[in-house]
């Protein structure tokens, strides 16, 4: 099996060249096109409970559908978002990803919820956070292009800009300076992050979009 | 006419050069910067300005008032720089024969030997979220130029092949095509997220993109103000 | 599935993927096998040659491929790809950063000749869309990268330097970084700049207790590019100020009637003195050298340099029928029009659309 993200970073998508045996898993939704020798079975995503928490906590869909063919074929997916797509190939190890942000793996990666903390609600960076565990590549998507930090210490990262990372990485929320500035700055709360571990960021903020947006509606 | 097409995927514009009376046609609202070597002509009119006939138009721009303008260049070298309303792709098609099935919201421009048809009806009444989608044909000899939403991946069918139909930005009219679930069954086909698909069979080039508006719009909508 | 062989009798086996790193007993030899992981080709990059009797998807050739099309065969009815002028990249002076230059030949019919000390690309080259943008200045060394879409504007600062920025632009930041909001230039530059569409807040981030690194990102996606003022002054659509070192100040201008007309705003900023610049756009940021007029549809003016006139204009050339007259009050047919010799900034996308685009998808308000 070949997979090739292309378009990076603005209308990312992912490229998948299926053989025979091959089993590739997306979120609902994310098939673009295909060849007709590629097969769709559509399931829960890890079983009717943990698909509805997926969905409600996570903000994944409910449903991931398996890709196999039996001869060969080629399948386009994207996210509906524009923006970035990148991939982490996991050895055994985790990788914390925010919610929504998940699209594709392999068949040795399982998917599941964590919980993030009381102050991550405040954050607006919601409760449960999703875990990726296990054996394979993970094809995950933001708002925005993707990029990558390798952090030893501290560092500050604006609310809505984080995408994933290390379970060596401890999170906390603060204020992005002192009271007063924290709020006329735009700023507010900031999480604060420390090392050693790897971080991926966004360069754009969905949540900062929709209050653009806000500001300009009709 | 030289074109050059700029800042691909997302922001993708279009630079055409023209020579004295050269001339092509577009919506009104997709000029973005010119010389001033042009004459402009804005018209609601089914004659298109350099003859090319165009069959349909209300329905085209969905009933409401529509302009539609047609350079033509007075001077040498002129130049122009042209872009669709959503952020996306622009790709050019040369239209040598045949026909070029184009769906209704991603035409951009077209020279005028081309001709457009906004009746067509082939595609009956495909859905996509929802929404009707309706298809323009458009036919002749000449350049015609389509946007999308999303990046713009071109396809040389040579059997068959699927493609959600939210994501068909243009198919030249020498493939088959039918609408057809995607899974197993109706159901697994919805809850599966992918709804209706379109299977083209045959020989030719089909142009898809890669992001579809109803999913970006429906992530985003429920974060806004209630209107 | 996996597919592997008993270590002891070679008996193949076929079993799903669950059972990867489980152990078993053989069949045959009664011997213990453990049943190896899959076997996945991680190749990233390369393609499979295209089979016969399956289509041929062209893996976005359109979109990643260099953007200059490759001629169509002999079609005097046809368009022709234009030959990409060389493109003059970056100037020492640091005076302009060039973001999709036009070269000033196309435009124009007369050649207007910039000093460019650095050798011109290779014609054949794509344009340089994508590419990571670095600089340096005496305030700071600055990247632009995810371009033209999601523009991220990184700079490192040495102790003490500082930038100023507007509010919600930061993404990302060291530490020792020290952030902190205000008014800044008085009440009547406060008051310019929000009419001008700017946040009245300006922050202040400075490298307080070390050297330090920050990024910048504006709330929508397009593009950011740099300007080195020389103590010169630049004019900027609303919005567009994203952030400033110092020695640049940041006013509003009233723009009169002819602005009104442009249905853009009345009022244009103004940064003016010596240091840098980042503006930002909604799209690509494309820049032209004007040397005698150039046309611009006012909604996608970013920036233009000082030594440009600039006025509000009906497009040139229009015929039009009766009913269309009612257009040109209503904001179309009318276009900025820039004359002289200096350099405007325009942006390939206008968020007025996507505002007109998204409003079908708000919810709506419920009636009790």
Redesign the interface.
Known sequence: MQAEIVNKPSFANIVVRLSAGDKFIAEAGAMTSMSTSVQIDTKWSGGFFRAILKRVLGGESMFINVFSTATEGELRLTQPLPGDIDCLELNGNTMYLQPGAFIACEPGVKLGLSWAGWRMLIAREGLFRLKVSGTGRVWFGAYGGIFQREIDSEYIVDSGHLVAYEPTVKVRVALAGGIISSFFSGEGLVTKLNGPGRIYMQSRSFDGLAAWTNAHLY | ?????????????A???LQANEAFTCE??A??????????????RNKGGGGGLIKGLKRMFAGENF?LNHFTA?HP?Q?L?I?P?????I??H?L?AGALIVQGSSWLAS?S?IEIDATWQGLGKALFSGERMFWVKCSG???IFLSSF???????????????TG?IVAFEDTLQFTIRK???SLI??F????GLVC?FQGQGKLY??????P????????????? | MIVFNCPACQKKYRVPDDFAGKKAKCKQCQGTMEIPFPVLEVELVEEAPPEPQLATPLPSQVATAPTVHQPAPIQPVLAQPIQTQPIQAQPVTARFVENDVISAEVVQAQVFERPKPKPPRAANQPQVSHEVLRGASPNFSYEISQRPDFSLVTLRMEQGQKVYSEPSAMAAMTPTIKLKAGLKGGFRKTLGRALGGESVIINTLEAATGPGEASFAPGIQGDVAHYSLQNNSLYLQRGAFLLHSEGVELTGKWQGAKGFFSGEGLVLLKASGTGDLFFNSYGAILSVDVTDQYYVDTGYVVAFEDTLQYGVTVLPGLRAGGKVKSLFFGGEGLVCQFSGQGRVWIQTRHPSSFISWVNPFRPTKKNN
């Open positions: 006419m030289q074109y050059e097409l700029l800042a691909r995927p997302a922001s993708t514009v630079k055409l050069m009104v609202g000029m973005i910067s010119m010389t001033p070597g042009f004459v402009v002509e804005t018209t609601t302009f007075t070298n130049s720089i872009g309303q959503l952020s996306g792709d790709v050019y040369p040598r020279s030997g000899v000449g350049d999303g990046a713009i991946y071109e396809v040389e069918v040579n059997g068959d092949y699927i493609v959600d994501h995607a899974g197993k697994s086909s809850l599966g997220g992918e299977k898809c993109q890669s992001h579809n508006p999913s970006f719009g429906q992530l985003l909508g429920p974060k806004l103000r209630p209107r």
